[in-house]
C-alpha cells in the first residue's frame, strides 16, 4: 500500500488561508511542492508547466505537496486525487518547474501571467 500522507516543511504560501482543490494526477509523474501544473480542461488531470517554453504562461495551479510517481499511479488506482492550490498568495522563490526552482526572468514571467490570468499571486519575499 502506498503512503497518501505528505510532508511539507518550507513554506509556500504567505497568505493566512490559501484556497485548495484536488486535481487528478499523471500516472507514473512525480510532482514536487511549489511545481507550476496545467489543469486538462474536461479531465481535470494535472501535468507540469511546459518549460521549453520560456514563458510559464500555460499554468493553472501550484502543487501543494510532493508525490512520488507511484504515490501518483497508485491514486489514480484508487480513484483518488492530489492537492493543490488554486488561489491565493505564494512565495514566488518557492514555485518550481518539475523540482527545479524558477532563474529570475521565469520568475517574472510566472508573475506575469498570474496577475493577468490567475487567482494566485507569486509575491518577491524578504
Known amino acids: 500500500m502506498v503512503d497518501f500522507n505528505y510532508t511539507t516543511p518550507q ?17 507514473a509523474t512525480a ?29 493553472h495551479v501550484i502543487c501543494l505537496a510532493d508525490v512520488t510517481a507511484e504515490q501518483a499511479t497508485a ?3 484508487a480513484g483518488a486525487e492530489m492537492p493543490v492550490y488554486v488561489a491565493g498568495k505564494f512565495d514566488v522563490a518557492q514555485v518550481k518547474l518539475n523540482g527545479v526552482a ?3 526572468t521565469q520568475r ?8 493577468r490570468s490567475t487567482k494566485i499571486t507569486l509575491s518577491v519575499v524578504k
Do not use: F
Not at 513554506?11 to 500516472?27: E, F, G, K, M
Not at 501544473?37 to 508547466?49: D, E, F, P, R
Open 75 to 77: 491514486k489514480i488506482a
Open 11 to 27: 513554506p509556500l504560501p504567505v497568505d493566512v488561508a490559501p484556497i485548495t482543490d484536488s486535481v487528478v494526477p499523471t500516472a
Open 102 to 104: 524558477l532563474d529570475a
Open 31 to 59: 510532482y514536487h511542492k511549489g511545481d507550476l501544473l496545467v489543469i486538462a480542461a474536461g479531465t481535470n488531470v494535472a501535468t507540469h508547466s511546459d518549460s521549453s517554453t520560456g514563458a510559464q504562461a500555460d499554468w
Open 108 to 115: 517574472l514571467a510566472a508573475r506575469a501571467y498570474a496577475n
